[in-house]
């Protein structure tokens, strides 16, 4: 929602000014800035870096993975480079943003308790 309220703000539009389509209009699609699929990306690999212990090998390739969404954003003409970076640094922040209101399981535990 973050990411959507930001593009309806900037209201910009992609390199080619590709037309959207019925598809886009649903998923609410039909801005560049900040590039959505990158700050997904983002948020879920620096999620999945922090909550998961991971090998080097797999740790890397989820680096690559959220990399190669964002470069393939800009290879299809739906972003500049710019979106895709600006993405990924709102992806961060929404992390840091999940990160601040996450509970441990002993605080859930002791919720459900309480209830």
């Known amino acids: ?9 900037a209201k910009r539009k992609g390199p080619y000014d590709v037309s959207p389509g019925l598809l886009d209009y649903l ?9 959505g699929h990158a700050s997904r990306a983002a948020m ?3 999620f999945l870096l922090n909550h998961l ?7 890397i390739l989820l680096v690559l993975w959220a990399f190669c969404v964002g470069f393939s954003r800009v290879m299809i003409g739906r972003h500049h480079i ?3 970076l ?3 640094v709102f992806g961060y922040l929404q992390f840091r943003l999940v ?3 996450w509970m441990s399981s002993n605080t859930c535990q ?6």
Do not use: C, H, N
């Not at 212990?53 to 740790?59: C, G």
């Not at 002791?110 to 209830?115: D, K, T």
């Open 1 to 9: 929602m973050i990411v959507a309220g930001l593009q309806k703000l």
């Open 27 to 35: 998923t609410m699609d039909t801005y560049a800035f900040p590039a």
């Open 44 to 46: 879920l690999s620096k």
């Open 53 to 59: 212990v991971l090998a080097i090998p797999l740790r």
């Open 82 to 84: 710019t979106d895709v």
């Open 86 to 88: 600006s993405g990924f």
């Open 99 to 101: 990160e601040l209101i």
């Open 110 to 115: 002791m919720l459900i308790s309480i209830w």
